[in-house]
């Protein structure tokens, strides 16, 4: 499903200051086309938040033609427009068109569009154009276009506004399915958001036509504003509600077998139905499966990066029997703009409604330095000397990705949970967490490592945001990786961990088996980066280690291939001018000592 079918982009406005208002400059033309694309949302990114103020003069109105129309959620409409010829307005590619819904458009923020797009060369010379867009309305039915003139180099001001789109099942449409292991075998959550949660419910079955279907009622929620830890995220003017959060738990299900399902939040409204596989036996420990690995994605579109990152996933799990995703950290890069999550769930959902998606917690999902009273992990605030934790959520801290995941209840949440899926135990951490002895934390993790069996579960791998071993040389980073090391290393070679796969870095590293810094076979670790899922690559220096095996500042993303209890195949995919379908460009054996 998507939003927009134009190239938005994800670059940063600059502050805004007011300026006069000339709603009379522009002329709107909305032409419904109908139909119904199959398409990733194509704004990929957001501007900055500093979108305050932004001029305005509602004495002032366009003059609109055609008059509104009607159409469903993610039908195709033009949006066409000209500039009147006694205009004064100067165009420029800095102009953009944003996109409005709300029940009272007039109270509607300039802030608060729910995507946007900038103007194009063409259309500045010609002073007119038109944009086709298969538009989603954040769940309320009234819509409309606000075009913005970058009239000077702080200001922008709005010269036009578009007649009314009214999109007449935006409140019962449901979007963002994602599924979601639990802490029991033989269940599978599924997570959707819609404008409503009368009646939430998913309806699975064997087949396909949902015969002998069984039916379970589900729970909604939602979050505000408010909610959240300190500015921007608090006081946005351009925060937009995130609708009804809800989720079901399809229970009872036979081992490593196909499923059909689709859900409703009003019990008339239903989603397609869309086929999952259950979890394989957790009592084989040969039992052979893929999964992929990956942080840093965001909704980037300079790159392409992200939408690459979705397509190859995609790819895998229709035609490759990739049976789950792992994203560890920096999931959305939203930082207090909550449409962008919208953007960024439309975007996975084509994988993430047939395959569990697991996460885990950012730096730029969580970290603040104010309104600890808000966090949802009830942990203390984690801030030694050595770690460089500022406002890197823009005020967040958490709160919407504890409202729109849920992650196995074994542990804190989405900060720290384990699962076991086949003959692999991952345990899921947070780095933004104390990892020191006798925290909590601390104390889940020996927990979960002195309970496996490896006769049954040989696998153990360990992921979390921030590695513990990088040799880009950001200092501050560098420190808290060193950090990491004292607080915990000692209990992963104690236990022997297999592996350990962080984000953060936006890069790709492959290590040799690592214990205190130092290349060691017989107790050390190997501790892969993929930072590479869409966020901008980085271009910093690097420290002289030689336990680098390989490194890259490439996009792409990890697969992990097990084999059997004694070996796993790695492969990093990468994701750049392959036509979105990838190329495998290292990999190696990972064999047990």
């Not at 670059?11 to 033309?29: M, N, Q, R, V, Y």
């Not at 009214?166 to 449409?173: E, F, G, L, Q, S």
Request: net charge negative.
């Amino acid at each position: 499903m998507a939003l927009l079918l134009v190239a938005f982009l994800s670059l940063s406005f600059p502050s805004l200051t007011l300026g006069k208002h000339h709603e009379d400059a522009i002329h709107f033309g909305l032409i419904q086309l109908g139909g119904s694309l199959s398409a990733h949302p194509s704004r990929l990114g957001q501007p900055s938040p500093k979108l305050n103020p932004i001029c305005k003069d509602d004495k002032i109105t366009s003059a609109i033609s055609p008059p509104s129309v009607s159409i469903k959620s993610a039908e195709l409409v033009t949006a066409a427009w000209e500039m009147s010829a006694s205009s004064d307005y100067q165009p420029s590619t800095s102009d953009w068109i944003g996109f409005y819904c709300g029940d009272f458009l007039s109270t509607v923020p300039d802030e608060a569009f729910f995507d946007w797009v900038y103007v194009t060369q063409d259309q500045v010379q010609n002073k007119a154009g038109s944009i086709d867009l298969k538009l989603k309305s954040g769940r309320m039915n009234n819509c409309e276009f606000r075009f913005f003139n970058h009239d000077d180099g702080t200001s922008y001001c709005r010269i036009g506004v578009s007649s009314k789109v009214t999109i007449t099942d935006a409140k019962t449409v449901v979007s963002q399915r994602h599924l979601a292991l639990t802490e029991m075998q033989g269940e599978m959550r599924i997570s959707w958001t819609a404008g409503t949660g009368e009646a939430p419910m998913v309806e699975f079955s064997t087949t396909k036509d949902l015969a002998n279907s069984v039916k379970v009622e589900g729970n909604c929620h939602t979050y505000k504003q408010i909610d959240m830890c300190e500015e921007p995220a608090n006081n946005n003017a351009g925060f937009v509600e995130p609708g009804q959060l809800c989720s079901a738990v399809m229970a009872e299900l036979e081992v490593d077998k196909l499923y059909y399902y689709r859900v409703t939040s009003d019990g008339k409204e239903f989603s397609d139905v869309t086929q999952f596989r259950s979890s394989p036996p957790t009592y084989d420990p040969d039992y052979s499966h893929s999964y992929i690995v990956y942080g840093d994605m965001g909704t980037f579109s300079d790159s392409g990066a992200s939408l690459a990152t979705a397509d190859i996933s995609t790819a895998q799990v229709l035609t490759d029997n990739v049976r789950s995703i792992h994203h560890f950290g920096d999931i959305s890069y939203a930082r207090g703009e909550s449409s962008t999550w919208d953007v960024w769930f439309d975007l996975v959902e084509p994988y993430a409604s047939r395959v569990p998606y697991m996460i885990t917690i950012g730096n730029h999902e969580f970290d603040y330095t104010n309104g600890e009273e808000m966090d949802p992990s009830n942990e203390p605030h984690f801030k030694p000397d050595w770690f460089n934790g500022g406002s890197d959520s823009e005020g967040e801290c958490g709160v919407p990705m504890h409202n729109r995941f849920t992650m196995p209840d074994n542990g804190n949440g989405i900060f720290w949970y384990k699962f076991v899926y086949a003959n692999v135990l991952t345990i899921m951490l947070s780095s933004e967490h104390d990892l020191g002895e006798g925290s909590n934390q601390y104390n889940f993790l020996e927990a979960a490592l002195k309970a496996v069996d490896r006769k049954v579960t040989p696998w153990v791998i360990l992921e979390f945001h921030r590695p513990m071993y990088n040799n880009e040389a950001y200092e501050s980073d560098y420190a808290v990786a060193v950090g990491m090391q004292a607080e915990f290393e000692d209990l992963l070679v104690e236990y022997d961990v297999d592996l350990v796969l962080a984000g953060h870095y936006h890069s790709y590293l492959r290590s040799k088996r690592i214990y205190k810094d130092m290349i060691n076979e017989e107790k050390g670790i190997y501790h892969f980066t993929i930072g590479s899922g869409g966020a901008s690559i980085d271009d910093q220096g690097l420290y002289e280690k030689d336990w680098v095996e390989t490194f890259s500042l490439q996009f792409g993303i990890g697969k992990i291939n097990v084999m059997n209890s004694t070996h796993i195949l790695w492969e990093f995919i990468e994701n750049k001018d392959n036509n979105n379908t990838g190329a495998v460009t290292d990999s190696v054996w990972i064999v047990k000592r």
